[in-house]
């Protein structure tokens, strides 16, 4: 059995949430990760762009509409070849 990348966030209040690695995609030269919260609905997804600031690995929220239309697409094409 494959085991589960697991991250954690703070929200808004500084509570930690537990997020499951779901897809590692690429979208126009940029690497995003597709995010599912552990203790939530399995329907619900999150896009994170991996960003490098500072020689730091940041993981910045995809909040621009056209930004995650363009993520969304991608990981619906990776779905459709499994």
């Known amino acids: ?3 589960k990348e697991i991250m954690s ?3 808004v209040d500084g509570n930690k949430v537990d997020f499951e690695v779901v ?3 690429e979208v126009d030269d940029k690497d995003y990760l ?3 919260p ?6 619900d997804a999150f896009a994170f762009r ?3 600031e500072d020689g730091k690995t940041v ?10 239309q363009k993520v969304q697409e991608e990981y619906k ?6």
């Not at 552990?38 to 329907?43: R, T």
């Open 1 to 3: 059995m494959e085991e």
């Open 9 to 11: 966030f703070k929200d």
């Open 23 to 25: 897809a590692e995609i």
């Open 34 to 36: 597709i995010l599912s």
């Open 38 to 43: 552990v203790d939530g609905d399995e329907d």
């Open 50 to 52: 991996v960003d490098n």
């Open 59 to 68: 993981y910045n929220f995809v909040e621009d509409d056209e930004e995650f």
């Open 77 to 82: 094409s990776l779905l459709d070849e499994e």
